[in-house]
T-cell receptor
Framework: GDSVTQMEGPVTLSEEAFLTINCTYTATGYPSLFWYVQYPGEGLQLLLKATKADDKGSNKGFEATYRKETTSFHLEKGSVQVSDSAVYFCALRRGSTLGRLYFGRGTQLTVWP | DVKVTQSSRYLVKRTGEKVFLECVQDMDHENMFWYRQDPGLGLRLIYFSYDVKMKEKGDIPEGYSVSREKKERFSLILESASTNQTSMYLC??????????????FGPGTRLLVL
């Protein structure tokens, strides 16, 4: 079945460090891929998405490229800030599944000044 | 902006009580979802609804039921609360387009403690 595997946290970085959070997926067909972020005390919000192979999603300095050959959608940011501290979720959606998303387990990121 | 609201941020109930969690969205979305979030397990889908009075089981429906009498409101019901239902509950909605690009919008969550 459809599933998402993302690297376990927690991840702790100093401000301005480079960030990578790995995400791989298993799905039939051609899913769309998403990264959601959850700031402390809040619900999830969409960070970026990509809908076909080789697409790159980007937002707020974060990027992720849809790699079909490696079934991956790794999240990267060149220089993290304290305000990026949050939980990050990778997710996939297939068009035939009435809009439901399949989420990874989440990765806690803490950025220290 | 899409707004998804949940009736309570924090809730404390006793074992065996019937619990209602309410979710309302204000953007005329067709799809609505209930998830629970537990440390180390991520988000797990309990139920979802793609139209009024329509519902589909998610991955962990046992011990829960749902109601969608109006398009904007989706209720999660714990018929007889148990301690293993202590969790964060998240509601989400999406437009309902038959395509790949659809975004889900989340409420702030209800943290439920069952004693």
């Amino acid at each position: 079945g459809d599933s998402v595997t993302q690297m376990e946290g927690p991840v702790t970085l100093s401000e301005e460090a480079f960030l990578t959070i790995n995400c791989t997926y298993t799905a039939t067909g051609y899913p769309s891929l998403f990264w959601y972020v959850q700031y402390p005390g809040e619900g999830l919000q969409l960070l970026l998405k990509a809908t076909k192979a080789d697409d790159k999603g980007s937002n707020k300095g974060f990027e992720a490229t849809y790699r079909k050959e490696t079934t991956s959608f790794h999240l990267e940011k060149g220089s993290v800030q304290v305000s990026d501290s949050a939980v990050y979720f990778c997710a996939l959606r297939r068009g035939s599944t009435l809009g439901r998303l399949y989420f990874g387990r989440g990765t806690q990121l803490t950025v220290w000044p | 902006d899409v707004k998804v609201t949940q009736s309570s941020r924090y809730l404390v109930k006793r074992t065996g009580e019937k619990v209602f969690l309410e979710c309302v969205q204000d953007m005329d979305h067709e799809n609505m979802f209930w998830y629970r979030q537990d440390p180390g397990l991520g988000l797990r889908l309990i139920y979802f609804s793609y139209d009024v009075k329509m519902k589909e089981k998610g991955d962990i429906p046992e011990g829960y039921s749902v109601s969608r009498e109006k398009k904007e409101r989706f209720s999660l019901i714990l018929e007889s609360a148990s301690t293993n239902q202590t969790s964060m509950y998240l509601c989400a909605s999406s437009l309902g387009q038959r395509g790949y690009q659809e975004t889900q919008y989340f409420g702030p969550g209800t943290r439920l403690l069952v004693l």
